[in-house]
T-cell receptor
Framework: GENVEQHPSTLSVQEGDSAVIKCTYSDSASNYFPWYKQELGKRPQLIIDIRSNVGEKKDQRIAVTLNKTAKHFSLHITETQPEDSAVYFCAACRISGGYNKLIFGAGTRLAVHP | DSGVTQTPKHLITATGQRVTLRCSPRSGDLSVYWYQQSLDQGLQFLIQYYNGEERAKGNILERFSAQQFPDLHSELNLSSLELGDSALYFC?????????????FGEGSRLTVL
């Protein structure tokens, strides 16, 4: 079955440093890779996503890279700020018609210290 | 506000009981997903419905069942509850066919089984 592994499970950085979270997926048919951020007590929200026909995507301080051959993708946050502290989930999905089964990684708890 | 409505927000019940969680998707979204998030755990995919039909199943227990009604709202039924069923249950919706794949999460229903 589909599986997404995410590392590390916890990450602690100083404000201004970069943070990198890595994920691998098992289903080679996956073609959509979103990242969700969940603040304490809140719902998960999409922060960035990438499709399989793209190798990298950036949005201000956030970037995601995808290596389809190796079946892994990463989230990069630069110039981290305390408000970046949250749990980050990667996910992989094979979009096919009305079938969007999104499988999440176990999550990374990021703590940004002032 | 994601546009996805979940009720109830909190529910406390006893072992052996049965509860129903309700979800109203965003206007226009055809897919509904249910996820279980236990304390400090990831998002475990339970089941997906698309336009009234079951489309994908995850690690959903036999004691759990769900359905999506003609008006597209969905209900998750949990029966013979056990202590380990205590968790935050998220509903999410997406447009489904032809969509980017982004899931919009509700605020969750927190179930406590005593």
């Amino acid at each position: 079955g589909e599986n997404v592994e995410q590392h590390p499970s916890t990450l602690s950085v100083q404000e201004g440093d970069s943070a990198v979270i890595k994920c691998t997926y098992s289903d080679s048919a996956s073609n959509y890779f979103p990242w969700y951020k969940q603040e304490l007590g809140k719902r998960p929200q999409l922060i960035i996503d990438i499709r399989s026909n793209v190798g990298e995507k950036k949005d201000q301080r956030i970037a995601v890279t995808l290596n389809k051959t190796a079946k892994h993708f990463s989230l990069h946050i630069t110039e981290t700020q305390p408000e970046d502290s949250a749990v980050y989930f990667c996910a992989a999905c094979r979009i096919s018609g009305g079938y969007n089964k999104l499988i999440f990684g176990a999550g990374t708890r990021l703590a940004v210290h002032p | 506000d994601s546009g996805v409505t979940q009720t109830p927000k909190h529910l406390i019940t006893a072992t052996g009981q049965r509860v129903t969680l309700r979800c109203s998707p965003r206007s226009g979204d055809l897919s509904v997903y249910w996820y279980q998030q236990s304390l400090d755990q990831g998002l475990q995919f339970l089941i997906q419905y698309y336009n009234g039909e079951e489309r994908a199943k995850g690690n959903i227990l036999e004691r759990f069942s769900a359905q999506q009604f003609p008006d597209l709202h969905s209900e998750l039924n949990l029966s013979s509850l056990e202590l380990g069923d205590s968790a935050l249950y998220f509903c999410a919706s997406s447009l489904g066919q032809g969509a980017t794949g982004e899931l919009f999460f509700g605020e969750g229903s927190r179930l406590t089984v005593l």
